[in-house]
């Protein structure tokens, strides 16, 4: 009986060995379904498919006014009314009282020399005019007694009370005392000149602006020596350097090639590397009639129509000289592309809009032809990137990449 009890407790490997099995073919199919849907998906992603080598251009933003322009022309905004201001005397700078960027007044005095020699030479010279005036009076009442001695010798020479010699001694002393007063008055002349002469030095101490202006630089601090020449060791030949914002004009080199384009009072459109999003209407103010052999240009000066405050001299422009004035519709910037980059499917443009390495097929509304480009009403925006070839071998979501040039 024992036996029997020990046999029964054997187990039975036939089905153990099975399910082990069952259970390795069903995680083998499972993950090959998996690799399989993996697989699927990144070939529809394009993964596996090489990237296909295309050209770019950009979206840009460009102004009506492109589709009439002329001729375009860099230079520089100048001030056609600029000064060093500066001292006539050769003094110590005492005072400053304007910085890089303040307005002044014509008139106004923007800086002080020393001047206590001046001062001097003035209360000297209102001295002695002083005294010349006080001469003056004296003489005229020497004159005032004398009149009167001679008048009374006259008549009594006439009646014969007195000698002729006493009457002509009258007669003298009148005539000097006239002379006397003669001289007094011109004394107070020269003096009054003195007075005036000591006043303008005293005002070459005050520098002043001479026209309404901006200043540019400061050129000289306070404790400098200031003198006209400029030619002393350590010595400042100006003190501020100003321009007159009002007289600002766009200067260009146009080659002698493209004079003919150029009138004056033509039309022209300027626009400021610091400020690369704003037009400024101007005209040919000045075509200068000498040309620059070296260079083989003419410079021609283009005037701002309008005035603002952000146009600083020394800037950086371009010149778009216009076959006719720019309507008030056209002075907006329109969004534009390359039309080369549209293709159309099912009727519809649409242009392939690249994101890193793929690109997207994107519907475009397109607007009238501007030059070259053509206008974008919507669909991307200024700064996008567009593929402009090959678009044949594009698909939506396909990769791509830029060759390096």
């Known amino acids: ?20 099995k069952k259970r390795r073919n069903l995680v083998r199919w499972i993950v090959i379904a998996l690799l399989v849907i993996v697989a699927g ?3 529809i992603k394009g993964v596996f498919t090489p990237a296909v080598a295309v050209e ?7 102004y009506p006014s492109q589709a009439f322009t002329l001729l375009n022309a860099s230079g520089y905004v100048v001030a056609q009314r600029k000064a060093a201001v500066a001292s006539k005397v050769t003094a110590r700078l005492v005072s ?14 923007i800086a002080r020399l020393e001047n206590e020699d001046a001062v001097a030479a003035r209360d000297q010279a209102a001295a002695n005019l002083n005294v010349a005036r006080a001469s003056l009076e004296q003489a005229k009442a020497e004159q005032r007694d004398a009149s009167l001695s001679y008048n009374r010798s006259r008549e009594l020479s006439d009646k014969g009370y007195i000698a002729k010699a006493e009457y002509d001694t009258s007669e003298a002393r009148y005539k000097k005392a006239v002379a006397s007063v003669e001289a007094a ?6 003096g009054a000149a003195a007075l005036r002469s000591a006043e303008v030095q005293m005002e070459y101490a005050l520098i002043r602006a001479p026209f309404d202006a901006v200043v540019l630089t400061k050129n000289a601090d306070v404790g400098d020596i200031v003198t006209p020449l400029g ?10 350097t100003i321009a007159d914002m009002g007289s600002l004009q766009v200067e260009v080199d146009v080659s002698e090639s493209n004079l003919e384009k150029v009138k004056t009072g033509q039309p022209c459109e300027i626009e400021l ?7 400024f209407p101007g005209v040919v103010h000045m075509i200068i009639p000498t040309a620059d052999r070296s260079k083989a ?7 701002f129509l309008d005035r603002d405050a952000r146009i600083l001299p020394e800037m950086s422009a371009k010149v778009a000289f216009l076959q006719r004035p720019v309507k008030p519709e056209e002075r907006k910037p329109l969004t534009a592309l390359n039309p080369h980059s549209v293709l159309t499917r099912n009727g519809k443009k649409a242009v392939f809009l690249m994101k890193d390495d793929r690109v997207t097929e994107t519907p475009v509304t397109l607007g009238s032809q501007i030059g070259d480009m053509i206008e974008v009403v919507s669909g991307v925006k200024a700064g996008d990137r567009v593929v402009l070839k090959p678009l044949d071998k594009l698909r939506n979501g396909a990769r791509v990449k830029v060759p390096e040039k």
């Open 96 to 109: 400053l009282n304007v910085e890089e960027g303040n307005r002044v007044k014509g008139g106004e005095v």
């Open 231 to 240: 030619a002393a060791a350590n010595a400042k030949a100006s003190v501020v």
């Open 297 to 303: 240009t003419v410079l021609v000066k283009v005037r």
């Open 41 to 43: 998906f990144l070939y």
């Open 56 to 62: 770019v251009a950009t979206v840009s933003q460009i």
């Open 273 to 279: 590397d610091a400020l690369p999003e704003t037009r």
């Open 185 to 190: 008055e011109a004394a107070i002349k020269a």
């Open 1 to 20: 009986m024992a036996n029997e009890d020990i046999s029964k407790l054997k187990i039975d490997k036939s089905e153990t060995t099975l399910r082990p």
